[in-house]
């Protein structure tokens, strides 16, 4: 008497599951599931642009209509990046990873300003927002912004690492 062995039912995907690490019920990988959710965030934390439009990159404040044109811009560039990204397309990709770059590049701002121009920060921390730098100091600042600029570095860096290396889910359109 001999035993057979049942054979799997999906044998001819098992590889394909097995390289993809994706679970096989669902439609989309857990890492592009997580970089959906930036995104939708980005994109509302632009909408807060355009309903208060003011900037503050490095020591300058921008306020008004330039501010209010560049939350426009910015919720349309991740509005258009969360589209692409549930389409699979590979504009999505690419636009993912120059995103991401550009995100890394100007999350730096902040910290460096706390670092070289404490004294300039204040004064358009005091300009944008009147009243409440009383209640802040450059060290708080210092500590916030380098935390935030470790955080933005490590989920760009994974974020450009991951699109870059996962292209051949997306689809060239």
Known sequence: MTAEI???????????MIQSQDNPKSKYPVGLILILILTGFAALGSLMGIINPLIIIGTYVVKGLP????????????TTLFVWLIQKKEKGRILGIIVSIFNIVFITFPYLTTVYAPDKLMAAYDIAMPGYTDFISIG????LFGSLAILGWLVGITTVLYLHFKKHYFKAQ
Request: net charge negative; charged share 15%.
């Open 67 to 78: 501010a209010l044109i560049y939350g426009i811009i910015m919720m349309g560039v991740y």
């Open 6 to 16: 049942p054979e799997y039912p999906h044998h001819d995907k098992m590889p394909e």
């Open 140 to 143: 708080f600042l210092s500590l």
